[in-house]
């Protein structure tokens, strides 16, 4: 039999097929699964040699997987885990090279386009953004989210991708948008381990699928463990698609087709997945599909053996019932194939799968041993001419017999001749260091890039348009403006849709979508379930396929229970996928200070240090939200926009450009001119620090104010710094807890912006109590800046540097 490569499983709803057709189809299956397996176990070999780092593989879960590459087609989307090697090799969405560079953490997005060596192996994705920050066409190709390794994390995202091709056929305004979906006829694929259905995310998920009516297809590979833990510790009934029974959709009512076939069972699993994935492409429909009897012949993972938890009668029920034993047996049985044929393609599907790993290696190790080389020789020039030559041939010798080096040994080796040479001024040494600057720039291109998109489509490059006010212009309630900046964008931009807790029928809480459902149909203004987390992922995987969600979370205390798939999934996409893809979501929320312990969280410090990925906007009030909204719905990057909450009421004029002013990212704004110290803070404490300002004029302490207006980016043109050039002195306000948020902008002024050469005492904070506020006026007087803290505290620094001019108070 000729060497041969994936090519892809054929389908059988061909009309006419031959007893041949069907054959050769069936024998490239099995193909496909035998060269997925011996990438496994290669794979494992890779790592027990210590050529690979960690791996975690797709054998025992192969059959099932061509099954369900049967059902996939163009413009269809993936959410998975790491067992889906089969799927995507038979689907072409990867490649068995790809599969080996990946596992060799290659930082070559060519050679490794899912993530070009940032994430374990199999955790798959394919690009769907251009080099110039564009989108592929989505509906002619097949498509997979990137993984994450977080089991269940990935689920809401699932939910996401399949809402947008019910949005995609049922709002007929977006029926031309042909490069995303045809009719919404596209279906969302998910699997999961059984072992990760315990997580919450899966329940939320699923039983928001079941409310939307979306078409996605749940597939839970059920090797009865979960690592060691095995089915009966993980679930009840030791079955989740016995324990789901009750989602089947019945007459007249919503719910699940649910399907279960056992996962060696070729004939039944093509079956199977051919009616389910008709059901729910065609009427939309989520289907769950739980695949039971697999196995894992490796066990879990590169770390352990399975030996120690299963018992001998397990081990040998796996060996006899491994889907590829059975398929095996079964097309011998039917004479699909003889066993001698079989044979020969195993032999072959194994020296190809070797061939293909062996490649992969030299394609990352090449230029390494050439750095490598570099690196040597240059070492050994400088040596010759430097007192301390033996160290330095010491270096170069134990960099050359380096067994399996990476890029590290040569940077590190090249960093420590550096120092030792500190005081040679020799031009070799020089060669060495441009060198290793030259190093560093490619390094930060394959290691540190693509947090952000970094296209000329980033919420950076959108252009500035300053708010307009007539002469007549009134004043309003703040949320009145943003309900005119929403209505004058839904307007502008089909794509636009939002939805949360409350936001359909009464236009959210805060009445900010008041009135939009009825003028733009409850497709584009949606209520929700109370589901934080899969609203998040709602709004991701519907930015993924080109809508542009607002996805909003009803109070900022409830971020926290949308948190992992902000941090886990969506801060990073860009990141993980070296820029292949996008999902430009923008969370709306709101906080700062109001009433009782879950109502006035302003928890900046974990947003910034689990959000870094996301722009974090925080307007102080909602004509500066509104601003930045017009600005992120025209930019292609991720953010949370948290608007204050006791500002809706507030009075604002309307600009006559509401839906088209923009403010900047990153660009902090002197709300307060000043001489004698800097006060930076944003959101609601900012008005108390304009009210405190003003008292302490009176004392004749003047105060410069300054709004960052952003967290992330943070002051990108330095005002902040620029004011302590003349005040010399900082104060930082917040209501986060002490040494949260405010240590962040301390960090970044002080620090970033060089701060410190201009301070003539030790800059503050003033930050609220490190617990949560009680309920309350007085709660909140005694737990978060008031205006009489500011004040005192902006005192304190002024009587610290001047106790003769500035008396302590009390
Ligand atoms: C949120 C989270 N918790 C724990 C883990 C550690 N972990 C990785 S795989 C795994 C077992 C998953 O079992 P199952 O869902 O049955 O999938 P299988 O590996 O058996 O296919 C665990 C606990 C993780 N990656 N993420
Ligand atoms: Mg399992």
């Known amino acids: 039999m000729a060497e041969t490569a994936i090519q892809g499983v054929g389908k059988f709803d061909v009309a006419e097929l031959s007893f041949d057709d069907f054959k050769n189809i069936v024998i490239n299956d099995?193909?496909?699964?035998?060269?997925?397996?011996?990438?496994?176990?290669?794979g494992r070999r890779e790592v027990l040699t210590g050529k690979a780092k960690f791996g975690i593989f797709g054998d025992g879960k192969e059959v099932a997987q061509l099954a369900m590459a049967k059902a996939f087609n163009n413009g269809d989307w993936r959410a998975g885990y790491y067992r889906d090697q089969t799927f995507m090799f038979a689907t072409g969405m990867s490649t068995l090279k790809e599969f080996f560079a990946q596992l060799y953490a290659t930082p070559d997005v060519d050679k490794e386009p899912a993530s070009a060596g940032r994430q374990m192996n199999c955790h798959y994705a394919t690009r769907f953004v251009n080099a110039d920050g564009g989108w592929i066409n989505q509906a002619e190709s097949k498509?997979?989210?990137?993984?994450?390794s977080t089991t269940g994390g990935h689920m809401p995202r699932l939910l996401g991708l399949a809402y947008a091709s019910k949005l995609y056929r049922q709002n007929p305004e977006l029926h031309d948008m042909t490069n995303f979906s045809i009719n919404g006829n596209e279906v969302a694929f998910g699997s999961i381990g059984n072992g990760s259905t315990s997580e919450g995310l899966f329940f939320e998920t699923f039983n928001a699928a079941g409310v939307l009516q979306v078409?996605?297809?749940?597939?839970?590979?059920?090797?009865?463990?979960?690592?060691?833990?095995?089915?009966?510790?993980?679930?009840?009934?030791?079955?989740?698609?016995?324990?789901?029974?009750?989602?089947?959709?019945?007459?007249?009512?919503?719910?699940?087709?649910?399907?279960k076939v056992r996962g060696w069972d070729y004939v039944a699993l093509c079956e199977t997945y051919k009616r389910a994935i008709g059901v729910c492409r065609h009427e939309h429909v989520p289907v769950l599909i739980h695949v039971t009897e697999m196995t894992q012949p490796q066990g879990h993972s590169s770390s352990g053996s399975h030996e120690r938890y299963k018992s001998k009668e397990r081990l040998e029920w796996?060996?006899?019932?491994?889907?590829?034993?059975?398929?095996?047996?079964?097309?011998?049985?039917?004479?699909?194939?003889?066993?001698?044929?079989?044979?020969?393609?195993?032999?072959?599907?194994?020296?190809?799968?070797?061939?293909?790993?062996?490649?992969?290696?030299?394609?990352?190790n090449n230029p390494i041993?050439?750095?490598?080389?570099?690196?040597?020789?240059?070492?050994?020039?400088?040596?010759?001419?430097?007192?301390?030559?033996n160290d330095l041939l010491e270096i170069s010798e134990s960099l050359r017999l380096c067994i399996d080096p990476g890029r590290k040994d040569v940077i590190s080796a090249i960093r420590k001749t550096l120092r030792l040479t500190v005081t040679d001024n020799s031009g070799e040494r020089q060669v060495l260091a441009d060198w290793l600057n030259e190093q560093y720039a490619v390094n930060v291109d394959r290691y540190n890039s693509r947090l952000f998109s970094e296209t000329p489509n980033s919420p950076l490059n959108v252009e500035v348009i300053a708010a307009k006010y007539s002469d007549d212009t009134h004043l309003i309630d703040g949320r009145e403006v943003l309900n005119a900046c929403f209505e004058a964008n839904l307007e502008r931009d089909k794509t636009i849709v939002a939805f949360g807790e409350d936001v359909g029928a009464i236009g959210d809480v805060n009445q900010g979508f008041s009135g939009l459902q009825n003028k733009f149909g409850d497709l584009r203004i949606t209520d929700t379930g109370i589901r934080e987390a899969s609203i998040i992922g709602q709004g991701m995987g519907l930015a993924m396929r080109g809508l542009r969600p607002i996805a909003e979370i009803q109070y900022m205390d409830y971020l926290l229970y949308g948190m992992n798939v902000i941090s886990d999934d969506l801060a990073c996409l860009s990141y993980r996928t070296y820029g292949g893809q996008k999902a430009p979501v923008i969370i709306r929320t709101r906080g700062h200070r109001l009433?009782?312990?879950?109502?006035?969280?302003?928890?900046?410090?974990?947003?910034?240090?689990?959000?870094?990925?996301l722009h974090i906007c925080v307007p102080r009030d909602m004509t500066q939200a509104a601003g930045m909204y017009n600005t992120l719905l025209r930019g292609d990057e991720p953010a949370l926009v948290i608007e204050c909450l006791n500002g809706y009421r507030l009075k604002e004029k309307l600009p006559t450009n509401v839906g088209e002013f923009t403010v900047p990212l990153g660009k902090a704004e002197i709300l307060r001119s000043g001489t004698d110290i800097t006060v930076v803070s944003y959101g609601s404490t900012l008005?108390?620090?304009?009210?405190?300002?003003?008292?302490?004029?009176?004392?004749?302490?003047?105060?410069?104010?300054?709004?960052?207006?952003?967290?992330?980016?943070?002051d990108t043109d330095n005002v902040c710094g620029n004011s302590l050039k003349k005040t010399n002195k900082l104060l930082v306000v917040d209501e986060d807890l002490p040494g949260a948020a405010s240590a962040y902008i301390l960090q970044k002024i002080v620090e970033g912006q060089r701060g410190y050469y201009s301070l003539d005492c030790p800059?503050?904070?003033?930050?609220?109590?490190?617990?949560?506020?009680?309920?309350?006026?007085?709660?909140?007087?005694?737990?978060?800046?008031?205006?009489?803290?500011?004040?005192?505290?902006?005192?304190?620094?002024?009587?610290?540097?001047?106790p003769t001019k500035y008396p302590p108070i009390y």
């Open 30 to 42: 099995y193909r496909i699964a035998v060269e997925s397996r011996q990438a496994s176990l290669i």
């Open 143 to 148: 498509n997979s989210s990137s993984d994450i």
């Open 215 to 259: 078409p996605m297809a749940i597939s839970v590979w059920d090797d009865a463990y979960a690592i060691s833990v095995p089915a009966n510790l993980q679930t009840t009934k030791e079955d989740i698609s016995e324990v789901l029974k009750g989602f089947q959709r019945e007459n007249g009512t919503n719910g699940y087709e649910i399907f």
């Open 318 to 364: 796996e060996a006899e019932y491994d889907c590829l034993v059975q398929m095996r047996k079964w097309m011998v049985e039917t004479a699909i194939a003889t066993d001698e044929e079989l044979t020969e393609l195993e032999e072959t599907a194994k020296k190809y799968v070797r061939k293909c790993q062996r490649e992969a290696w030299d394609e990352m």
């Open 369 to 389: 041993a050439a750095e490598l080389n570099e690196a040597v020789e240059m070492i050994e020039h400088l040596a010759q001419q430097s007192h301390v030559k």
């Open 595 to 613: 009433e009782g312990i879950w109502h006035s969280g302003s928890p900046l410090g974990v947003i910034l240090s689990a959000m870094r990925g």
């Open 687 to 714: 008005r108390i620090v304009m009210e405190a300002a003003h008292e302490l004029e009176k004392s004749g302490i003047s105060v410069e104010v300054i709004d960052p207006q952003t967290l992330f980016p943070f």
């Open 763 to 802: 800059p503050k904070t003033l930050s609220a109590k490190d617990h949560r506020p009680p309920y309350g006026s007085d709660g909140d007087y005694f737990s978060k800046p008031s205006m009489d803290d500011v004040i005192e505290k902006v005192y304190s620094i002024m009587s610290e540097s001047n």
